[in-house]
């Protein structure tokens, strides 16, 4: 089957890419990044998604199916327009361009931070959850958006199979992702009297959720998660790192100091409530497991990233 | 202490959830965390408190069950005492899990230490998903409403809310009701300061005749009854379920009653 993976550069890109391309399939992605070392066979065009070049390769190429991974989630690296740009502009023209160009199934890999962190979110999201958490984390109205534009699909476009995944955090030796990124450093702040639950899955895993999806031309809204989620202390101190508890407005008037990322406010919400998923559904219409459990997950970490000393 | 804190892991490892290499079942009911708080709890339990439990037998071993009961006493005295009993009385031994109020979960420490022993913000979703699981959920109909009864109000029942029988109906739950009593007794509440609440995060504080909210070392009951089961979808009318309700209510009442004559009894 012929491929496309928008964001095909990213880490997860590049291993979704591989394994579809291991499977006998014809993979061609976009992405302005590098892909260091892509195995011959898998094209990669350097082009802006949102811009005419983008629409060339579709034209070009006539995939069958389209796994949508150019979504950005961080804060620091872009303003927060150009982050709209990219996860709205971008979304919308994938779409467009699987319409016009006769692909069959698109899989928009999504997030689970959609259903926010808050003192009154439950434990275990279903799909048919709205996203509550938007008015303490404005800044990830973008992602949200996205998220429900891409489900629009499923009523705009009823003859593409569309498939929205609603991804816990990754966690593995590659060290890519949210979470990994959060544990990086010897010391890893947590906010004093809170430890919420953390639901992560090993990079392979969620590689080989992204692939059962596709082969199962999954159609509808679908959270993934992998083993069962852990405390975030247990999380730090289990990736061989040192809690440091900070009172709630030390760590507000820290962000962005002392060595702590600039985040938005609201993004301690992430770190003081917990958002588990239930993806019994994905499941029972993949027939997917995870292979790897959630203390091998931080085991690899804690290898891939050891602490000196 | 440490003997008693021995005795309780013990006892820990009868208990049937289902725990990973951590000690951490999937809501996150840490072992450590339980040990922890059931050797404090079970001083009270034995110690501190004269607590009577009777009909123990009534409380399935196994499977979803809903614990129904009344308030009885200005803090979760009731809620500690009923999962004391079903720690200790129970052969094997269940957490019952209760529904918190939603202000908890704001509360540093505390919010962490309830949902580690398994005590998680009143949302039916929880509930929903905890009879699922097969857990043993504990409610109070009463609410908030109920734990504000002051001292003379002791032994009445206020307004119950109806979305637990329809949680029933729909997940095809038993209820078994029960009656605690003495709490009032305990905290003899005379006045519920909202002023002292706003400072400490709590919708209220109880006040005592004796001023702070320590409970006295008195006799408590927790009397649990044969289950009642109802049929149906969880879909019927209100006036269906308001008969339900009445029928739970009517029930517990009946049991402070006879909690009341097996107190003067002794």
């Not at chain 1, 999806?213 to 730090?236: E, H, M």
């Not at chain 2, 009577?52 to 005295?77: C, D, F, I, K, Q």
């Amino acid at each position: 089957m012929r491929v496309l993976i928008p964001g095909i550069s990213g880490v997860l890109g590049r291993m979704v890419a591989v394994t579809l391309a291991e499977h006998g399939h014809e993979v061609v992605g976009i992405d302005k990044r590098r892909f260091p070392d892509a195995p011959d066979g898998i094209e990669v065009h350097h082009v802006d998604l949102r811009k005419r070049a983008a629409e060339e390769v579709f034209r070009k190429f006539r995939p069958e199916a389209v796994i949508h991974m150019a979504t950005v989630s961080h804060f620091a690296a872009r303003g927060h327009e150009e982050r709209y740009r990219i996860n709205l502009g971008g979304t919308r023209a994938v779409f467009d361009h699987c319409v016009a160009y006769g692909a069959k199934q698109c899989l928009f890999v999504g997030r689970h931070t959609y259903y926010g962190a808050a003192p009154d979110a439950p434990l275990y999201h279903s799909e048919a959850e709205p996203p509550m958490g938007l008015a303490s984390f404005p800044e990830l109205a973008d992602l949200v958006s996205a998220d429900l534009y891409a489900g629009s699909a499923l009523w705009r476009f009823p003859k593409l199979d569309t498939a929205v995944l609603r991804m816990c955090y990754t966690l593995g030796p590659s060290g890519h992702g949210t979470l990994a990124t959060f544990l990086r450093g010897p010391h890893v702040p947590v906010i004093l009297g809170f430890d919420p639950l953390f639901q992560f899955m090993h990079e392979l895993d969620v590689v080989g959720a992204i692939v059962a999806a596709f082969d199962a031309r999954l159609r509808g809204v679908f959270n993934v998660a992998g083993p069962q989620p852990v405390p975030l202390t247990v999380l730090v101190r289990e990736t061989g790192r040192k809690v440091v508890p900070l009172p709630e407005f030390v760590f507000s008037q820290s962000l962005g100091r002392f060595g702590l990322p600039k985040l938005p406010r609201g993004a301690l919400d992430h770190i003081k409530y917990p958002i588990v998923m239930d993806s019994k559904p994905f499941r029972e219409a993949t027939g997917f497991e995870p292979r790897i459990d959630e203390v091998q997950a931080m085991h690899e970490y804690k290898q891939a990233y050891s602490i000196p000393g | 202490m440490w003997e008693l804190s021995r005795e309780v892991g013990d006892r820990l490892k009868h208990l049937e959830l289902p725990f990973n290499r951590f000690g951490v079942d999937p809501y996150g009911v840490s072992r450590r965390h339980l040990r922890q708080a059931f050797t404090g709890l079970t001083w009270f339990y034995r110690s501190y408190f004269d607590v009577h439990v009777h009909g123990v037998e009534h409380v399935p071993s196994h499977g979803r069950t809903m614990l129904v009961g009344n308030h009885s006493g200005g803090v979760a005295l009731d809620g500690a005492m009923v999962l004391a009993s079903m720690f200790w009385e129970l052969n094997p031994p269940r957490l019952a899990q209760g529904m918190a109020e939603k202000f908890m979960a704001k509360v540093p420490f505390f919010s962490s230490w309830t949902n580690r022993c398994g005590q998680f913000t009143g949302l039916p979703e929880h509930a929903e998903q905890l009879l699922r699981d097969d857990r043993l959920l504990m409610v109070f109909p009463e609410g908030a409403r109920g734990t504000q009864k002051l001292y003379p109000e002791r032994h009445s029942l206020v307004r119950f809310g109806t979305g637990f029988v329809r949680l029933a109906l729909k997940t095809n739950t038993p209820i078994v009701p029960l009656a605690f009593l003495g709490g009032g007794e305990a905290i003899p509440t005379v006045y519920n300061s909202k002023r002292l609440g706003k400072i400490v995060g709590a919708p209220y504080v109880p006040i005592t005749p004796y001023g702070v909210t320590v409970p006295l070392p008195v006799r408590l009951d927790v009397i649990y009854s044969e289950p009642i089961r109802f049929e149906g979808s969880g879909n019927e009318e209100d006036e269906v379920i308001f008969g339900h309700v009445q029928e739970v209510k009517a029930r517990i009442a009946g049991l402070i009653e006879e909690g009341r004559r097996l107190r003067r009894q002794s």
